[in-house]
């Protein structure tokens, strides 16, 4: 069968709470970033993107915040639901590539 | 509207007997992507295809190979499955320059 993995850092909010997910991206050259959810059984579902010429981009109840300085990508999540709870990666890769180097994920729980 | 499509979407085979996974797409995207994914892990690429132009990951084994008859369609050979590769399988496509990737769902394979 698979092999044991890594468990993943989880973020528990309530319903209604405003979530941030952290992630710390390795190459400076990165000019391109996007964050997926993952529902369980499913694969990764495009949420919001952020080129490196921008700091802020928002979406419906989603806001990505980049940081080249630190290379720090946030996702804040506002309002929380339920159908929120989902493992979201972050993902980066540099125009001239067409392959994207996801961090590591983060399990959000949502509770009622 | 599904516009990754793979099949099917749970695969269960014997210890060491080939199995094909397949992809297909209706976005006409030049790029199609396979990634590997485990349990609490992000997914790994294995390979991709730019138009025809295969392009295999330095770590990816040889027991995996790929196949891409037309835009639409790519298919991913695992020859000689052994347990390490139980995974969930999922293709992706992609436009060249700052645009995300679109996944599939993903197929589960699991060996016995």
């Known amino acids: 069968g698979e092999s044991v993995g890594l468990h993943l850092p989880t973020l528990s909010v309530q319903e209604g709470d405003n979530s941030i997910i952290n992630c710390a991206y390795s190459n400076s050259a990165s000019d391109y970033f996007i964050w997926y959810k993952q529902e369980s059984g499913k694969g990764p579902q495009f949420i919001i993107d952020i080129r490196s010429n921008m700091d802020k981009r928002q979406g419906q109840r989603v806001t990505v915040l980049l940081n080249k300085t630190v290379k720090h990508l946030s996702l804040q999540i506002a309002a929380t639901q339920p159908g929120d709870s989902a493992v979201y990666f972050c993902a980066e890769t540099n125009t001239g590539f067409q392959k994207l180097v996801f961090g590591t994920g983060t399990r959000l729980l949502v509770s009622p | 509207d599904a516009m990754v499509i793979q099949n099917p979407r749970y695969q269960v085979t014997q210890f060491g007997k080939p199995v094909t996974l397949s992809c297909s797409q209706t976005l006409n995207h030049n790029v199609m992507y396979w990634y590997q994914q485990k349990s609490s892990q992000a997914p790994k690429l294995l390979f991709h295809?730019?138009?025809?132009?295969?392009?295999n990951e330095a770590d990816t084994p040889d027991n995996f190979q790929s196949r891409r008859p037309n835009t639409s369609f790519c298919f991913l050979d695992i020859r000689s499955p052994g347990l390490g590769d139980a995974a969930m399988y999922l293709c992706?496509?992609?436009?060249?320059?700052?645009?995300?990737?679109?996944f599939g769902d993903g197929t589960r394979l699991s060996i016995l």
């Open positions: 992706a496509t992609g436009k060249q320059g700052n645009q995300p990737q679109h």
């Open positions: 295809y730019y138009d025809k132009d295969f392009n």
